[in-house]
DNA sequence: CGCGGTGTTGACAACAGTCAATTACTGTGG
DNA sequence: CCACAGTAATTGACTGTTGTCAACACCGCG
């Protein structure tokens, strides 16, 4: 038996609060098919997890990563500090998402990885693997890894796209319809809402914006009623004109 | 016989200008050793190029890219188009430098790659499937594209690090460093000067200014005697300060 | 010779960062 | 329950940076 779609695998994995194999499994199973073999790998990896308290570092910057890592839950981020003190985070991380030594180089990463909420992961050494397997035994997982890898590549675009040429109100808005695709596809978003746990200084990081400014541009999106953002959690109030905002998203 | 460095391949390649296959040679030659089989796998390569006019696509975006291709002479870049009319150049690449999928992934990409001088390519199909094999019958290709589409990651790190948070001038020379080391690892760099193709348009499309900035920075920069951009070459002025502007390089 | 692309300049307006002060929110211990 | 400390969010005044517009110079080319 194949589990072709979430819906399916919702009917599945009989359980409503999504645990972390479900946000695995619906993960996976955007991208592929997947045997019930597949789905056992799976739903083995998510018994171990790892956990990691908030702001601490998964791996730190400028070594080699010690092994390839799947957040099943919270929030992490990978970045940069500059001489200056200043930090850019270059991604987020989310659950379902992949960090970590993708194929099986023994390279330094010039970026850290932090946890930026209390965080679980697993490892993905064989879900890297079975992608590397040139005649995969796997063929579900290995196409799914490789077109999360791919994902992966296009939202640092994204994120190049924000910094480089959109304003301020662009910038969050395509932020936060992005997390919104993201978090869709693991089964965290809600209705034209999502919860975001982060604090305005992460988002100015993320945003290349001064904090103070990240507040300014919040208030702008809440008094033009495009979006609002209270307690912890992102509303959607005009999606369309938002989109015509943030101009293409890819997520 | 393996040739180990670009000392040893430029007296095995008795040629003084930089040929196609001394282009491609001197850049795997940074990343690992080559067998005599991987060798002459190269030379065949630089057999046979392909010709883009500038300013030409070489994949449009939002379709599947048809095969990998390595550049042998000329600059491109990978970009996209925002709704505005806007362009933003996500990466430039050089001479040495692999374009499209990278693993055999028949997945859209959402960035269109364009000359921007005459371009000459040759494919990078047998580098790749190279790459993709688990027991690898060329490990020394196998291991420099895996470096390299690593480093590819880095380099948009370093965009995004630019983009988010540094300072006009800091941003300007951080590209030029960049630009030099990744010419130097292909033999195109000269002592703190490179040939450098692009006009300020677009340049203003790579680091997010416009063009009027992008000349007020670069007169800033020679005024402050730190670096000269003459009839198309950069000239380092004061490569120490250069750097300390500039933070952290990752090339 | 005119033409289009490129580079340069100045004046001005809009945008975004800094600083400093204040307010809200949270969890802690009494 | 309150007081407290620490973090996060908010506000206003000010400054510095960057974009826009418009004009002009320069060059290679037909």
Redesign the pocket.
């Known amino acids: 038996m194949l589990a072709r779609n979430p819906r399916e695998l919702a009917a599945a994995v009989n359980s409503v609060a999504p645990s972390h194999f479900h946000v695995l499994a619906e993960h996976f199973l955007t991208y592929a098919s997947l045997s019930d073999v597949e789905m056992r790998l799976l739903r083995d990896l998510a018994e171990a997890p790892r956990y990691h308290p908030p702001y601490r570092d998964l791996h730190p910057a400028e070594t080699v990563p010690s092994a390839p890592r799947m957040i099943v839950a919270g929030w992490a981020a990978q970045y940069r500090m500059l001489p200056d003190g200043n930090r850019q985070i270059i991604s987020l991380l989310l659950p379902g998402d992949l960090t970590g030594p993708l194929r099986q180089l023994r390279l330094p990463a010039s970026c850290a990885v932090a946890a930026l909420t209390e965080l679980e992961t697993v490892s993905a050494q064989s879900l890297v693997e079975a992608a590397d397997a040139a005649d995969p035994v796997h063929p579900g997982l290995a196409h799914a890894v490789r077109a999360m890898a791919h994902l992966g590549n296009e939202l640092l675009c994204n994120q190049i796209i924000r910094l480089g040429r959109q304003?301020?109100?662009g910038?969050f808005a395509h932020l936060m319809l992005e997390l919104y695709g993201r978090l869709g596809r693991v089964g965290l978003a809600g209705a034209n809402s999502f919860a975001m746990p982060?604090?305005?200084?992460v988002l100015a990081d993320v945003l290349?914006?001064?904090?103070?400014?990240v507040?300014?541009?919040?208030?702008q999106l809440r008094r033009d009623r495009l979006l609002e953002?209270r307690?912890g959690r992102v509303n959607f109030v005009h999606p369309e004109r938002l989109h015509a905002l943030a101009g293409a998203v890819v997520t």
Chains 1, 2 share one sequence.
Do not use: I
């Open positions: 304003t301020a109100c910038r982060l604090t305005q200084n290349g914006f001064s904090v103070v400014h507040n300014r541009t919040m208030q953002v307690s």
